[in-house]
Every structure is written in C-alpha cells, then in structure tokens.
C-alpha cells in the first residue's frame, strides 16, 4: 500500500516521494548550535534535492536522571527553534509532552512530535491532532506495530489525517533495543508515512548509568536496510561533537558524517521506490 502524501510546509511524506529528512540536535544547546547544525542540515539536504525538517527539543522531560540537561524551557525554546527555522527557510518540528502544551508549540512549528512513551496517552495525541498541525507519533518501545493503528485512529478521529508513524526499537531485555523490518510494512498498511528512526533506534536505555548509551556505529547500516524496505521519511540526530552532547550524544550522528550518510540512505531509498514502481 502506498502511504498517502502529507505535506510539513514544503516537505512532502509519502505519495510515492522520495524519503525526507528529520534531524537536527536532540535538545536546543544554544540558539548558535541549533543555528550551525540547521545551516548544515539544509545544505546537505539542499545538495540531494531531498526535504528536510528542523528538529530539536525546547524540553527533554523523559531524561534518566533529574540532574540530566533538560532543554530552555517551552517559551524559550520554541520561540529559537521558531527564529532559526524562518531564518533557514525551513520548516520545523518540536516534541510535546502534556496536552496543554500542543496548542502552544502549534503556534511555533509545522508539525508536532508525540514522544515513544507517551504514543498511548489518549488525551495528548487528541490535542495535538485538534491543532491541524501534521502529528509524527513515534512507536512507543513496548507497542507492537501493529498496536498503532490506535494512535491513528484516535488522531484522525479529531478530523485529521496528516499523521505520520515513527519506528525508534523494541524494547529487547533490559537496556537494548531492536528494529524489526516488518513493522515497517505492517504500519504501512494503515496508509500512513513510515519514518525510521535512525539514531534512537541504536540507543540503550540507561546503558551508562544515569544516562543512555547508544551504538553509533549500527546508525548507518539499519538507515540503510529501512530505506531498501521503502520507508517515506528518516529521522536522526546529530551534533558536531556527539561526546560532548547534553542529551543523547552515543547514539547521535556526527555532524561532519552527515552529508555521506544523506547520500547512502538516498540511493537506497532510491532503488526501492524504483523497484516498488
């Protein structure tokens, strides 16, 4: 089946569209990295005639330890990732966490994200579906694929239907993660995009501690077999030194790698659609 289009300001998912693009830093550092890494997003992007969408986060609120980084705050932060978008020409995509909060991120980006622990939490997929914004809901690590047909079902019964479907891993045991392939083709049959993932699915949960860890060194590889399933978007992370990240930095992208991972990915997503023509 083929996932119909939805539109994130220029970007199209699905339709048949080439794969688009989803990254940027975990959570907003400082209004200059966010800036830097955008910059660098979008030429990259610019270059492979592929879209792209901004992301980052104003508040990371499922962090492992309460001393962790969380982010500036809603305010804040969504008013730089709003600056720094509209300076890029680029559209943009923040998390949000309580329902009180989707109506005051719609007024800042183009699309909402629902975080994976939060994909079954009814009342916060129904605001966010209320704002009309196009609505990404990562699949919660403890869900099978096949669980979120809910999760569409509960955002188009507010009336709209621009949703989009994330897989970031399984939870395999205590602190791992797994990608199975199958989940792609099975949340495709509810006519939705299929977004991979690309860098939290190589996390492991509190792998350092009081922190995550993550396998950066599987980023590449999985990118590359979900985009040979035909996948309609890729979402990663990225920073221009992952070690010294404030969130999520073992399992981010270095900023440097990333123009020849967009070209890997691409050409794989290419083949695919062309087989699937």
């Known amino acids: 089946m083929r996932a119909r289009e939805v539109r994130v300001g220029s970007v199209v998912f699905g339709g048949g569209a080439p794969a688009a693009y989803i990254g940027g830093p975990c959570v907003i550092e400082s209004e200059a990295l966010l800036r830097r890494v955008g910059r660098a997003l979008k030429n990259a ?17 499922n962090r492992t330890s309460v001393k962790s980084f969380r982010g500036p705050g809603m305010e804040a932060g969504l008013a730089t990732l709003a600056k720094v978008a509209a300076e890029l020409g680029v559209p943009c995509v923040t998390d949000v966490h309580e329902p009180a909060h989707a109506e005051i991120a719609a007024r800042y980006v183009d699309m909402l994200q629902v975080p994976a622990f939060l994909s079954r939490q009814t009342d916060l997929l129904l605001a966010c579906a209320r704002t009309g914004k196009a609505v990404n809901v990562k699949k919660g690590q403890f869900l099978s694929p096949w669980d979120m047909r809910h999760a569409v079902e509960k955002i188009e019964s507010a009336g709209n239907k621009r949703v989009l479907l994330t897989e970031r891993g399984a939870s395999f045991g205590y602190g791992n993660l797994v990608v199975d392939m199958r989940s792609y083709e099975i949340m495709r049959g509810f006519g939705v995009p299929i ?10 949960p509190g792998g350092n501690g009081a922190t995550t860890g993550g396998q950066r060194e599987f980023v590449r590889p999985l990118a590359r077999a979900a985009a040979a399933v035909g996948v309609d978007g890729i979402f990663f ?41």
């Open 195 to 204: 977004v991979h993932d690309a860098t939290h699915c190589v996390q492991l």
């Open 45 to 61: 992007c610019a270059q492979l005639k592929v879209g792209f969408v901004l992301k980052s986060s104003y508040d990371k609120a």
């Open 237 to 277: 992370e990225t920073h221009p030194d992952p070690d010294k990240a404030l969130s999520d930095g073992p399992n981010s992208l270095r900023l440097a790698d990333v123009p020849s991972f967009l070209r890997e990915v691409r050409d794989f997503d290419a083949l695919s659609k062309e087989i699937r023509r």
